[in-house]
């Protein structure tokens, strides 16, 4: 393959992962919002009860709730990998430096996996 078309395919790859991104933001977005809500629900059931309706009870339930948690770290981890690689990737595209571009898709992707499995299989076993 060429240096013009493996430049090509990344840059097919950087519009799949850009759909990705705009895909995980809302429903992260939303498990962010109730991670915090019932995290400070726990801390301070007085205030969150008063301003938000959610006391004590709520956030016991929704901050140790397996398939958000589960939910939290999957999108988590999957909108900042390919977030991180939509705002690299094409620069180092049209720098020519497509190989150190391969070079990073497998650094990073390794990483996540790395890092993804564990934190999946922690979940999953509560």
Known sequence: MSPDNAGKELLKLVHVLRHVVALTAPP??????????SGYALMAPQITGRFFGVGYGEGVVVHSAPPIRFGFVLLALLHGWAGTLVLILPRLVRAGRVTSAYALLILLSAAV?????????VELNR
Do not use: C, E, K, R
């Open 28 to 37: 992260l977005l939303i498990l962010t919002i109730a991670m915090i809500l």
């Open 113 to 121: 996996l790395y890092f993804l499995v564990p934190l999946l299989l």
